[in-house]
């Protein structure tokens, strides 16, 4: 069936170093893959996505890197500040007909310490 | 353009009781999906509307049900309550067309069962 799987669970970081969160997906049909920033009591927000037609894709000190052939996509945070400590989902759809249906991984709990 | 709202924000039911919660999405968007969030199990897909009509399923009993009217706002309704069904439900609004299938969330309706 379909699955995301994310790692880690944790991750520390002293501020100014980089982060770096994985996931696997199952479904080869997937070709979208959102990521999303959830901050304590606050809703999901939308931080970056990439495509399957696309191997990387950066937006200043965020970037995502997508290998369709190991059904892998990963979330590389750069200069990390103490505001990007949050929750961080990934998460699997299939783009155009079925996009509705996003299967998230279970999230990273990303602590950036000052 | 205004995002995501959803009412009421917070609900106390007791179990065996039935309750429904409104999500409006952002002006223009057509796709609804809704999700369950809690520690254990993460953010799970329970449906998505398209212009009136279910899209997607996700793998929840019958009591979860939903509906979605002409100007877009959509309700789900949970019957029967269970002590289980405690949980953040979040809707999400996607333009899904063209371009643009990224999702945006609203705050989410904190429903908590006794």
């Known amino acids: 069936g379909e699955n995301v799987e994310q790692h880690p669970s944790t991750l520390s970081v002293q501020e100014g170093d980089s982060a770096v969160i994985k996931c696997t997906y199952s479904d080869s049909a997937s070709n979208y893959f959102p990521w999303y920033k959830q901050e304590l009591g606050k809703r999901p927000q939308l931080i970056i996505d990439?495509?399957?037609?696309?191997g990387e894709k950066k937006d200043q000190r965020i970037a995502v890197t997508l290998n369709k052939t190991a059904k892998h996509f990963s979330l590389h945070i750069t200069e990390t500040q103490p505001e990007d400590s949050a929750v961080y989902f990934c998460a699997a759809s299939m783009y155009s007909g079925n996009t509705g249906k996003l299967i998230f991984g279970q999230g990273t709990t990303l602590q950036v310490k000052p | 353009k205004a995002g995501v709202t959803q009412t009421p924000r917070y609900l106390i039911k007791t179990r065996g009781q039935q309750v429904t919660l409104s999500c409006s999405p952002i002006?223009?968007?057509?796709?609804v999906s809704w999700y369950q969030q809690t520690p254990g199990q993460g953010l799970q897909f329970l449906f998505e509307y398209f212009s009136e009509t279910q899209r997607n399923k996700g793998n929840f009993p019958g009591r979860f049900s939903g509906r979605q009217f002409s100007n877009s706002r959509s309700e789900m309704n949970v019957s029967t309550l269970e002590l289980g069904d405690s949980a953040l439900y979040l809707c999400a609004s996607s333009l899904a067309t063209g371009n643009s299938y990224e999702q945006y969330f609203g705050p989410g309706t904190r429903l908590t069962v006794t």
């Open positions: 002006s223009g968007h057509r796709s």
């Open positions: 990439i495509r399957s037609n696309v």
